[in-house]
């Protein structure tokens, strides 16, 4: 959805916006590299009310077409999630990435086995209430 857009309960979205952020909200000592869906959550961070948030994630993997995804908690089917892709060994891959929270304002993230992640880097910029 976007800015103004309805929700299926009739509200109107807004979007927050964090401001200029100085640092990383999550670095890579922050994931377990696991080749599965681990939960993650930003109820430090967002408010009780958020529906969708947005970050900004960096990765560097020392071998190519690896993967970084997040999904809501509450989705088990794998298409409804969002991804990074670091297709080159040793480049640098950056995406704003969208994600729907649950009401626990929880995420899963899934970070690709069997290489070295030199970076991960996960920064929240807003989200929509």
């Known amino acids: 959805?976007?800015?103004g857009e309805i929700n299926p309960q009739g509200n109107v979205l807004a979007f927050v916006d964090r401001g200029n952020f100085t640092g990383n909200d999550f670095t890579?000592?922050?994931f377990t590299v696991t080749d599965t869906y681990t939960a993650f959550s930003l109820a430090s961070i967002v408010p009780t009310n958020t529906k969708l948030v947005l970050f900004t994630a960096h990765v560097v993997s020392t071998t190519g077409n690896k993967i970084f995804r997040l999904r809501n908690t509450d989705h088990t089917n794998n298409t409804n999630r969002t991804t990074?892709?670091?297709q080159v060994a040793n480049v640098d891959a950056y995406a704003d990435m969208v994600c729907s929270v649950n009401s626990s304002r929880q995420l899963d993230y899934y970070i690709s086995a069997g290489t070295t992640w030199s970076q991960i880097e996960l920064i929240i910029r807003g989200w929509w209430i």
């Open 1 to 3: 959805m976007d800015y």
């Open 28 to 30: 890579q000592a922050d």
């Open 84 to 86: 990074l892709v670091a």
